[in-house]
């Protein structure tokens, strides 16, 4: 059974970085796929990222392209979620979540095509 679990969120002020972590455990398949959500208070989840094992495609919602990147360390089974230039408004609970293939990011961004969920890591950005 597949786990995750979130490592690297703070306070951090605007115009800062923090790198966000997805350990993965109990996956034996490169045919998966990993999404960065998160939800702010009072909003709805939001889809951020995602990247596809098979292939290293990689989508982003509008508001963090060119801010924020996906990418996977297979030796250290773990996904990471770079995020530079952070404004206030990317203050959230990040998580990450996992599903099989499904290739052509479809729906890369819908929740509840996810079945496996971390916990959660929280990220301020505050002066």
């Known amino acids: 059974q597949v786990h995750l679990v979130e490592f690297g969120g703070g306070l951090v002020k605007p115009g800062g970085s923090l790198r966000l972590s997805c350990a993965i455990s109990?996956?034996?398949?490169?045919?998966?796929?990993i999404g960065w959500f998160r939800q702010a208070p009072g909003k709805e989840l939001e889809g951020v990222s995602m990247?596809?094992?098979?292939?290293?495609?990689?989508y982003y919602v509008d508001s963090v392209k060119g801010r924020f990147t996906v990418s996977r360390d297979n030796a250290k089974n773990t996904v990471y979620l770079q995020m530079n230039s952070l404004k206030t408004e990317d203050t959230a609970v990040y998580y990450c979540?996992?599903?099989?293939?499904?290739?052509?990011?479809?729906?890369?961004?819908?929740?509840?095509?996810?079945?496996?969920w971390g916990q959660g890591t929280p990220v301020t950005v505050s002066s």
């Open positions: 990247i596809a094992f098979v292939d290293s495609s990689t």
């Open positions: 979540a996992g599903r099989g293939f499904l290739g052509h990011g479809y729906k890369w961004d819908d929740g509840t095509q996810y079945n496996v």
């Open positions: 109990g996956l034996f398949s490169n045919y998966y796929e």
